[in-house]
Protein backbone atom coordinates (compact mmCIF):
# COMPACT_ATOMS: atom_id res chain seq x y z
CA UNK A 1 0.00 0.00 0.00
CA UNK A 2 1.19 3.41 -0.72
CA UNK A 3 -0.28 6.76 0.48
CA UNK A 4 -0.51 9.87 -1.41
CA UNK A 5 -0.48 13.24 -0.24
CA UNK A 6 -0.90 16.33 -2.68
CA UNK A 7 0.41 20.01 -2.15
CA UNK A 8 0.67 23.18 -3.69
CA UNK A 9 -2.70 23.77 -4.84
CA UNK A 10 -3.81 27.49 -4.56
CA UNK A 11 -5.41 30.97 -5.77
CA UNK A 12 -3.85 31.86 -8.69
CA UNK A 13 -5.47 34.86 -11.62
CA UNK A 14 -5.23 33.49 -15.35
CA UNK A 15 -2.05 32.87 -16.87
CA UNK A 16 -0.13 32.45 -13.71
CA UNK A 17 1.66 29.22 -12.18
CA UNK A 18 1.55 27.04 -9.80
CA UNK A 19 3.60 23.75 -9.13
CA UNK A 20 1.70 21.00 -7.62
CA UNK A 21 3.87 17.73 -5.20
CA UNK A 22 2.39 14.49 -4.70
CA UNK A 23 4.71 12.88 -2.09
CA UNK A 24 4.58 9.20 -2.04
CA UNK A 25 5.27 6.92 1.44
CA UNK A 26 4.77 3.49 2.23
CA UNK A 27 5.65 0.63 -0.51
CA UNK A 28 7.40 0.95 -3.71
CA UNK A 29 6.85 4.52 -5.88
CA UNK A 30 9.82 4.38 -8.17
CA UNK A 31 8.69 1.06 -10.01
CA UNK A 32 5.20 2.56 -10.86
CA UNK A 33 3.85 5.15 -13.02
CA UNK A 34 2.58 8.40 -12.18
CA UNK A 35 -0.27 10.55 -13.03
CA UNK A 36 -2.16 13.40 -12.42
CA UNK A 37 -6.08 13.69 -12.44
CA UNK A 38 -8.42 16.95 -12.16
CA UNK A 39 -12.32 16.83 -11.00
CA UNK A 40 -14.19 20.21 -11.32
CA UNK A 41 -17.54 20.80 -10.07
CA UNK A 42 -19.94 19.11 -11.47
CA UNK A 43 -17.56 17.32 -14.00
CA UNK A 44 -15.96 13.58 -14.01
CA UNK A 45 -12.61 13.05 -13.05
CA UNK A 46 -10.24 13.58 -16.35
CA UNK A 47 -6.93 12.66 -16.85
CA UNK A 48 -4.15 15.26 -16.95
CA UNK A 49 -0.69 13.68 -17.57
CA UNK A 50 1.40 10.68 -16.64
CA UNK A 51 4.72 9.70 -16.50
CA UNK A 52 6.78 6.52 -16.62
CA UNK A 53 9.51 5.36 -14.68
CA UNK A 54 13.30 4.78 -14.52
CA UNK A 55 15.41 4.08 -17.46
CA UNK A 56 14.18 6.47 -20.52
CA UNK A 57 11.18 8.84 -19.03
CA UNK A 58 7.96 8.75 -20.93
CA UNK A 59 5.42 11.67 -20.72
CA UNK A 60 1.80 11.23 -21.46
CA UNK A 61 -0.48 14.37 -21.59
CA UNK A 62 -4.59 15.52 -22.31
CA UNK A 63 -4.38 17.57 -24.95
CA UNK A 64 -6.82 20.12 -22.36
CA UNK A 65 -2.65 20.65 -20.53
CA UNK A 66 0.01 19.96 -23.19
CA UNK A 67 2.18 22.68 -24.01
CA UNK A 68 1.37 23.92 -20.58
CA UNK A 69 1.35 21.46 -17.86
CA UNK A 70 4.99 19.39 -17.19
CA UNK A 71 5.11 16.33 -15.23
CA UNK A 72 8.20 15.05 -12.88
CA UNK A 73 9.17 13.26 -11.04
CA UNK A 74 12.00 12.50 -8.50
CA UNK A 75 12.22 9.20 -7.03
CA UNK A 76 14.61 10.11 -4.64
CA UNK A 77 11.94 12.03 -3.01
CA UNK A 78 9.10 10.04 -4.02
CA UNK A 79 7.45 12.66 -5.27
CA UNK A 80 5.96 13.78 -8.82
CA UNK A 81 5.41 17.33 -9.71
CA UNK A 82 2.90 19.22 -11.98
CA UNK A 83 4.04 22.08 -12.76
CA UNK A 84 1.45 23.94 -14.55
CA UNK A 85 1.98 27.32 -16.81
CA UNK A 86 -0.77 29.65 -18.75
CA UNK A 87 -3.45 28.71 -16.43
CA UNK A 88 -7.03 29.26 -17.80
CA UNK A 89 -10.13 29.78 -15.48
CA UNK A 90 -11.15 26.27 -17.04
CA UNK A 91 -8.13 24.22 -15.12
CA UNK A 92 -9.59 24.70 -11.42
CA UNK A 93 -10.49 21.95 -10.20
CA UNK A 94 -9.14 19.33 -7.48
CA UNK A 95 -5.74 17.49 -8.66
CA UNK A 96 -5.19 14.42 -7.75
CA UNK A 97 -2.23 12.12 -8.20
CA UNK A 98 -2.52 7.98 -8.18
CA UNK A 99 0.04 5.43 -9.06
CA UNK A 100 -0.51 3.60 -12.34
CA UNK A 101 0.72 -0.06 -13.38
CA UNK A 102 3.47 0.38 -15.85
CA UNK A 103 1.92 -2.47 -17.85
CA UNK A 104 0.38 -1.17 -20.69
CA UNK A 105 1.60 2.86 -21.33
CA UNK A 106 -0.15 5.62 -21.40
CA UNK A 107 -1.11 3.66 -17.52
CA UNK A 108 -4.68 2.61 -17.71
CA UNK A 109 -5.06 1.30 -13.90
CA UNK A 110 -4.57 3.46 -10.99
CA UNK A 111 -4.48 1.41 -7.55
CA UNK A 112 -3.68 4.36 -4.66
CA UNK A 113 -5.04 7.68 -4.95
CA UNK A 114 -4.29 11.37 -2.90
CA UNK A 115 -6.51 13.12 -1.70
CA UNK A 116 -6.42 16.01 -3.73
CA UNK A 117 -5.64 19.97 -3.76
CA UNK A 118 -7.65 22.20 -5.04
CA UNK A 119 -6.56 24.76 -7.85
CA UNK A 120 -8.72 28.00 -8.43
CA UNK A 121 -7.95 30.05 -11.16
CA UNK A 122 -9.28 33.50 -11.83
CA UNK A 123 -10.02 35.40 -14.26
Known amino acids: QVQLVESGGGLVQAGGSLRLACAASGRAFSNYCMGWFRQAPGKEREFVAA?????????HYADSVKGRFTISRDNAKNTVYLQMNSLKPEDTAVYSC???????????????WGQGTQVTVSS
Open 51 to 59: ISWGGGISR
Open 98 to 112: ARGSCSTWPPYEYDS
